[in-house]
């Protein structure tokens, strides 16, 4: 099995367990918390607001001394359809002061759409599997570059506070146009719901 059949085959099996937990369904309302006495993450209506691996990194920046700079900015929004379902989106910019070559700079913009559900473990820990399709457009110089990928990630999460929680889990990245470089790692996520 090649590294896209596999990669397919995990988007494939997160729809499937997707359509699984959208049916088991729970009455609409704005942002309720789980009446199982789980984390209260996943319920129908909430928002969620976080920053992760779903295009590079998530947030920073950085200067060297006497040279340039880089900038980079990936917030992601899902909303909850269902009892665990949530369609999401993420955004993304980087800019580099010297990527461009003769001091010109380049810039990247991100742009990727994810479902994603979660299942809680007790009141504390739960796991939220994402899979997305995501777009990416670089320009430098004059010229520009684009890039196509899938994204499966299975952050564990600890809900340190009702409302906000921290996670680190696997990632894989298969690239389906653009540059061959799948890549599978460890990444990290915080984010907050309401």
Known sequence: ????????????????????ASAEGQSAG???????????????GQFVISMGP???????????TGGGWQLQLSPALDYFL??????????????????????????RFDLGGRVSTNFDFNDRFSVWPLAGL??????????STTNT???????FLFHLA????V?????????LSGPDTNQIGIDSVIAGWF
Do not use: C
């Not at 099995?1 to 699984?20: D, K, P, S, W, Y």
């Not at 779903?54 to 060297?64: C, S």
């Open 162 to 165: 009702p409302h906000f929680f």
């Open 134 to 143: 995501f777009f990416e457009r670089t320009s430098a110089t004059h010229t």
């Open 82 to 107: 269902t009892a665990r379902v949530a369609l999401g989106g993420v955004v993304g910019f980087r800019y580099d002061s010297t990527g461009g070559g003769n001091g010109d700079g380049s810039t």
């Open 54 to 64: 779903t295009t590079d990194e998530h947030l920073f920046f950085h200067k060297q």
């Open 1 to 20: 099995m090649t590294v896209r059949h596999l990669g397919i085959a995990l988007f494939v099996m997160t729809l499937a367990l997707a359509r699984t």
């Open 149 to 155: 990928w899938l994204e499966l990630y299975a952050p």
């Open 30 to 44: 704005f942002a309720p918390t789980s009446t199982s006495g789980g984390t209260g993450f996943g319920a129908p």
């Open 167 to 175: 996670g680190v889990g696997p990632s894989f990245q298969l690239d």
